[in-house]
T-cell receptor, first 113, second 112 residues
Framework: GAGVSQSPSNKVTEKGKDVELRCDPISGHTALYWYRQSLGQGLEFLIYFQGNSAPDKSGLPSDRFSAERTGGSVSTLTIQRTQQEDSAVYLC???????????FGPGTRLTVL | AQSVTQPDIHITVSEGASLELRCNYSYGATPYLFWYVQSPGQGLQLLLKYFSGDTLVQGIKGFEAEFKRSQSSFNLRKPSVHWSDAAEYFCAGRGSQGNLIFGKGTKLSVKP
């Protein structure tokens, strides 16, 4: 069907609250990436899932950030105790088997007040 | 460390004029390189990619890019810009886990 989808498209939260961001990848695409786009830092890699392997968390900025991927499909990025510097657009991308071409979702704009 | 640099933050061109957006990379081996475009409020769309072979690659929307190893560059070009090309353009290289390492982006404005 359609491409990568993300929800919600916009999220406004108060400092200290937890948020969950969702990514629905293209069916059959085994690789899934999360990125963050902010004015000061540009586009940064956060975390990578490949099939059922343990994720590569090397890009996560702090232990307040975590992500999971259930059944090799839907992924959720969780930010605990949000801070104002977490305000950004969070992008999800996926890639099919044996390809390096990533397809991006529309992103979730997170605003922490 | 692997890195991608886009020297120009903002470029303005007249509609119908030619365009070249610069991208330089720092990689130990031959990099996989990409150009993405992001229109306001939209996600990232792949324009073209280079993995190996012919150093001049064609993409969508009339864009092309040339890989030049001697200059560590992968510049994006278009012979005639349309107003709808106004957007932000990102050059990226493939990281060790398949993740993308992005440049800071170049914002393109098009004058009528």
């Amino acid at each position: 069907g359609a491409g990568v989808s993300q929800s919600p498209s916009n999220k406004v939260t108060e400092k200290g609250k937890d948020v969950e961001l969702r990514c629905d990848p293209i069916s059959g695409h085994t690789a899934l990436y999360w990125y963050r786009q902010s004015l000061g830092q540009g586009l940064e890699f956060l975390i990578y899932f490949q099939g059922n392997s343990a994720p590569d968390k090397s890009g996560l900025p702090s232990d307040r950030f975590s992500a999971e991927r259930t059944g090799g499909s839907v992924s959720t990025l969780t930010i605990q105790r949000t801070q104002q510097e977490d305000s950004a657009v969070y992008l999800c991308a996926d890639a099919g088997v044996g390809t390096d071409t990533q397809y991006f979702g529309p992103g979730t704009r997170l605003t922490v007040l | 460390a692997q890195s991608v640099t886009q020297p120009d933050i903002h470029i303005t061109v007249s509609e119908g004029a030619s365009l070249e957006l610069r991208c330089n990379y720092s990689y130990g081996a031959t990099p996989y390189l990409f150009w993405y475009v992001q229109s306001p409020g939209q996600g990232l769309q792949l324009l073209l990619k280079y993995f190996s072979g012919d150093t001049l690659v064609q993409g969508i929307k009339g864009f092309e890019a040339e890989f030049k190893r001697s200059q560590s560059s992968f510049n994006l070009r278009k012979p005639s810009v349309h107003w709808s090309d106004a957007a932000e353009y990102f050059c990226a290289g493939r990281g060790s886990q398949g993740n993308l390492i992005f440049g800071k982006g170049t914002k393109l404005s098009v004058k009528p």
